[in-house]
């Protein structure tokens, strides 16, 4: 299994928001155990999803230049539950960053409904002790997970160069959802 | 520009919101560390609320100062020396030494840290 708790970003906005897709799938083992006969997305994991897309969010702020890692999380509420077959959206919004850290106000949505509430806390580890202490699984970014973001780079431009020759070759609108460009 | 004791209750709300206790547990000496069961990676969280709750700008090492005692001269048997508490005096200028000085113990460096002291940096920042 990787450890990858995103599926897709719709929307990033460097410094500012971001909004990732989670689908539930009976494919993942951990919802046959949670719970048998009645498979419910944990919501460790959810605070999880929640997380990938906050310290994405915030270590790009930066550069990828500092270690982010997931430090405190000072509220977390629910008010539902996801089952195998649901999407949640997570919409991230950076509310602090200073050099020590960085604030997210993090939602889950079901179906257009908040399902979690969730305040998450994440530090800058200085480079020198982040290697002595922490390997590179425990960084909240992986190479891995960082993929998702280059994923969806490489979509967005796919949709601009698609939307730039369908406009050179006909004045009517695109048609279909639009989403923000991540940075390039 | 607020009252002391208005400073006070929102000094009291922020700990609430960041440490997760009890309102009344928050008296004006608590201690962060001890009574309120404050860990490091909690006063930057602290910093961040008490920022955006009163407003102002919270430089770095300035309301919990890093490195406080460095110098081989600053400490003897386990206490400040008069060098360290000139030190100490200089960089934590919003906490109550009077008791601390009586007995300098580095361990007990960690009780300056007390919710009184929040109220009195607060107070500074706002008048400022």
């Not at chain 1, 993090?106 to 200085?126: P, Q, R, T, Y």
């Not at chain 1, 997970?145 to 431009?157: I, Y």
């Not at chain 2, 520009?1 to 929102?10: F, G």
């Not at chain 2, 300035?62 to 001269?73: H, I, K, S």
Request: glycine content about 8%; charged content about 25%.
């Amino acid at each position: 299994m990787r450890w990858i708790w995103i599926d897709k970003f719709l929307e990033f906005r460097s410094g500012k928001f971001a909004r990732a897709i989670k689908n539930l799938t009976l494919a993942e083992e951990h919802l046959h155990d949670h719970y048998p006969g009645y498979p419910v997305m944990p919501a460790s994991l959810i605070i999880e999803g929640l997380a990938q897309t906050g310290g994405i969010l915030v270590g790009e702020a930066g550069g990828f230049v500092e270690k982010v890692v997931l430090a405190k999380i000072p509220r977390a509420e629910f008010f539902g539950v996801a089952c195998a077959g649901d999407q949640l959206v997570y919409e991230v919004t950076l509310t602090d960053l200073r050099a020590e850290g960085a604030v997210v106000e993090a939602k889950a949505f079901l179906e257009g409904e908040l399902l979690a509430d969730v305040e998450i806390f994440f530090a800058h580890l200085d480079n020198s002790r982040a290697n002595q202490i922490f390997g590179p699984k425990n960084f909240v970014f992986t190479q891995q997970l960082l993929g998702v973001l280059d994923l969806a780079k490489a979509q967005s431009r796919a949709k601009e160069a698609e939307a730039l020759a369908v406009s050179s070759t006909s004045p009517a609108p695109v048609n279909g959802q639009s989403h923000e460009a991540p940075p390039s | 520009m607020p009252t002391h004791d208005e400073i006070y209750q929102k000094v009291q709300a922020t700990l609430v919101d960041a440490l997760g206790v009890d309102e009344e547990d928050v008296t004006k000496d608590a201690t962060l560390q001890g009574d309120l069961g404050a860990e490091s990676i909690d006063f930057l969280d602290i910093v961040f609320r008490l920022e955006r709750n009163f407003g102002i700008k919270i430089p770095r090492g300035e309301l919990f100062p890093e490195n406080v005692v460095t110098d081989p001269d600053m400490i003897k048997d386990g206490k400040l020396t008069a060098k360290g508490l000139d030190e100490l005096k200089a960089r934590m200028p919003y906490a109550d030494l009077g008791e601390f000085a009586a007995n300098p113990d580095v361990e007990r460096i960690g009780d300056l840290y007390t919710v009184d002291m929040l109220v009195q940096y607060v107070s500074s920042k706002l008048a400022a």
